[in-house]
């Protein structure tokens, strides 16, 4: 349960926690384990069903631990750090709205396309660009 719990915190405090409610979960429910699969199984069910409820509560803000894992301290995380580029989708669609942009801006009178550059590419305000 520990070993799943910190695949999912990546701490082991957190994952503790996280292991101490399951097994909490676990004994007020054992009449519901059924037994169509291992006991250790169902436990360990419980474990990852919490982290990850664990990791709704958290949100978004996740630490990663600085300081490489190394058997002496304790530590066996890695630094794996989420991706937070564009899916593949929002990506195309990105793409598809700059050729957008770009053929109707070219289709403008020079003034008017460098008016507009000024304005909201360059992020000046309507007074700076008179200036």
Known sequence: MLRAAVRFTRNEAD????????LQKAFLHLEQ?????????WLTRIAINEALMWLRR??????I?????????????SLDFPD?????EDSCVQQE?????????????PGRRRAIELR????????EMLA
Do not use: C, M, W, Y
């Open 97 to 109: 709205q700059k050729e957008i942009l770009s053929a109707a801006l070219n289709e403008l009178t």
């Open 58 to 63: 958290r949100g978004s803000a996740v630490e």
């Open 15 to 22: 994952a503790e926690d996280v292991v101490q409610e399951g």
């Open 84 to 88: 937070s580029g564009l899916n593949p």
């Open 120 to 127: 909201e590419l360059g992020e000046l305000s309507t007074k």
């Open 65 to 77: 631990p600085i300081e490489p894992s190394s058997p002496e301290n304790g530590a066996t995380q």
């Open 33 to 41: 384990f059924e037994g169509h699969s291992s006991f250790s199984t």
